[in-house]
């Protein structure tokens, strides 16, 4: 404004940026360019700046401290009237967003795998690492390939690189599983054998042992149909795949019809379906009676020397004869 000359119309507003995209806690310097016959300014610089207003002409160096979109006013003040003028600014986002969980599956085998990671909000690029291991062999920016080499448990890092900021890494845990290690001993005194499995990496197992029984218990107890030898397989299975481990086994009575006493008999045999057994010479208190499988297919008390049979189909069946401190296997084969 001239000195010494009233102004006879209102001022017209105006300013330039020194930008208009930057970072947080970026300086932008925001000049006045209103006419000569402006008296004040009004400034407002919008929200999250470091300087909220002013009432000088400038120029004015204001930063931001949060993004978005902010607005700048100002107003041209003279005593004919007033103008007011805006215009935007954007400030770019900062620190980005924390990744989400990408593994899925926490346990993997030794191959490769897929992790994915859902895309984060103004992300230019990922940093990927893989501790140990393994590699990755495949990188498409939010999701990777992985091939584990090495068991154990591995770890898998992503950062989410921004213009103006980054995001906090995010790390996860995989444990490689290989393929499963098994093996078994015994104890083979009689024809009813104890088993005792070895395992490693291993989900689940199966028994074949030879005579049609099997078993998916970590260390059964099985009897067989009868005594001889038998080859006896655990299968050991997981994710990754299996392993068998095959044995041979050589079951024999514990106290056989052999060593029965001159004065015990057992009659009739064969015998009838719903017939009953005779046991003559010494007591025994109860009985147990195996199917040609090995199963337990009837058991009870023997009374005044008396078994009688219910089971349903013929075939060779296994009797147990038991006292407190004794017993004895006696083969016994139903007919119809």
């Known amino acids: 404004m001239t000195l010494g000359i009233c102004p006879s ?22 000049t006045s360019t209103s006419s000569d016959n402006t008296d004040t300014w009004i400034w407002d610089f919008g929200s999250g700046s470091t300087l909220t207003s002013a009432t000088t002409e400038g120029p004015h160096i204001v930063g931001y401290t949060t993004s978005g979109t902010k607005t700048i006013r100002l107003i041209a003040v003279n005593t004919n009237g007033t103008d007011t003028v805006t215009q935007t600014v954007t400030i770019k ?7 989400s969980s990408f593994v899925t599956e926490d346990t993997a085998c030794k191959e490769r795998v897929v992790y994915t990671l859902a895309a984060i ?9 893989v501790a140990s291991g393994g590699s990755i062999v495949s990188n498409a920016i939010n999701k990777i390939t992985v091939e584990w080499q090495d068991t154990g448990v591995h770890t898998i890092d992503v950062k989410a690189l921004g213009e103006c900021g980054d995001s906090p890494l995010k790390e996860e845990t995989v444990f490689v599983m290989g393929n499963p290690i098994a093996d078994f001993s015994f104890d083979n005194q009689s024809i009813s054998v ?40 655990l299968t050991a299975t997981n994710r990754c795949g299996e392993v068998q481990v095959q044995k041979e086994i050589a079951a024999n009575y514990g106290v056989g019809i052999n060593q029965l006493s001159n004065n015990t008999s057992v009659y009739p045999n064969p015998i009838r379906i719903g017939e009953s057994l005779t046991i003559k010479g010494t007591q025994y208190d109860n009985y147990e009676l195996y199917s040609p499988s090995g199963q337990l297919v009837e058991q009870g008390n023997i009374l005044s020397g008396q078994i009688t049979l219910n089971v349903s189909s013929k075939g060779l069946f296994m009797l147990v004869l038991k006292t407190e401190n004794h017993t004895v296997n006696y083969k016994i084969t139903v007919i119809e």
Do not use: M
């Open 194 to 233: 104890d088993f005792s499995s070895t395992l490693a990496y291993t989900e689940s197992v199966a028994w074949d042992f030879g005579d049609g029984g099997s078993s998916t218990e970590t260390n059964p107890t099985h009897r067989f149909v009868d005594k001889g030898d038998y080859t006896v397989t």
């Open 9 to 30: 119309t209102p001022p017209t507003a105006s300013f330039t940026t020194s930008d208009n995209s930057v970072c947080p806690n970026t300086n932008i310097t925001f």
């Open 121 to 129: 909000p103004n992300a230019q690029n990922y940093t990927w690492t």
């Open 93 to 99: 986002p900062g620190q980005l967003d924390e990744p």
